[in-house]
C-alpha cells in the first residue's frame, strides 16, 4: 500500500458512491500523483493523508519564539537550572495540554523540536511553563 500525502488546501469531496471518495487534489501535485497511480496500477490500494493546516510559532521579537525562551531564561535565574533542561522539562509538562511528541523505537517518548510545531503547539508550551511558574511561585515578567 502507497501513501500520499495532500497538504490542508481548499479539498473538495465529492461522493462517487459504492463507498468511493472524490478528492480533488491541487493543480500543483496533479501530475505527480496520477503518474504515481500509473506506475502502480488502478487496482493497487493507497492510503491518503490530508494534512492539517500548520502555521510554524513565532520567531524574532516579541515573538512566541521569544516569550518562551524569556520565561524558560527567567526560571532558570530563579532554580539554577541549566536552560537546556529547563526547557526540555516544560516540552514534557506540555505533553499533557498537546504538544506533540515523537515515539522513539525503544518505545519511549520525546517531545519534537520547537521548529517543527505549530502556533498553537507553542500556545500549549507557554500555557505550561506559566502554570509551571504559578505553581512554584516564580514570578514571570511578560516583556
Known amino acids: 500500500m502507497k501513501e500520499i500525502t495532500i497538504p490542508a488546501a481548499p479539498i473538495l469531496l465529492g461522493n462517487t458512491g459504492a463507498g468511493n471518495i472524490l478528492i480533488t487534489v491541487p493543480r500543483?501535485?496533479?501530475?505527480?500523483?496520477?503518474?504515481?497511480?500509473?506506475?502502480a496500477g488502478?487496482?493497487?490500494k493507497f492510503r491518503i493523508h490530508i494534512a492539517s493546516q500548520w502555521t510554524?510559532?513565532?520567531?524574532?521579537?516579541?515573538?512566541?519564539?521569544?516569550?518562551?525562551?524569556?520565561?524558560?531564561?527567567q526560571i532558570c535565574q530563579d532554580t539554577g537550572?541549566?536552560?537546556?533542561?529547563?526547557?526540555?522539562?516544560?516540552?514534557?509538562?506540555?505533553?499533557?495540554?498537546?504538544?506533540?511528541?515523537e515515539t522513539m523505537i525503544d518505545h519511549t517518548i520525546q517531545p519534537k523540536s520547537e521548529a517543527e510545531i505549530s502556533t498553537t503547539e507553542?500556545?500549549?508550551?507557554?500555557?505550561?511553563?506559566?502554570?509551571?511558574?504559578?505553581?512554584?511561585?516564580?514570578?514571570?515578567v511578560e516583556e
Request: aromatic share 14%; proline share 3%.
Open 28 to 39: 500543483v501535485l496533479r501530475e505527480s500523483i496520477f503518474n504515481m497511480v500509473d506506475k
Open 122 to 140: 507553542a500556545g500549549y508550551l507557554v500555557d505550561a511553563i506559566h502554570q509551571f511558574a504559578a505553581e512554584w511561585a516564580i514570578t514571570l
Open 81 to 101: 537550572n541549566g536552560f537546556t533542561a529547563v526547557k526540555e522539562r516544560m516540552k514534557y509538562l506540555a505533553i499533557d495540554r498537546g504538544y506533540p511528541i
Open 56 to 73: 510554524p510559532r513565532t520567531t524574532g521579537w516579541k515573538s512566541q519564539n521569544h516569550h518562551i525562551n524569556g520565561h524558560i531564561q
Open 42 to 44: 488502478w487496482d493497487y
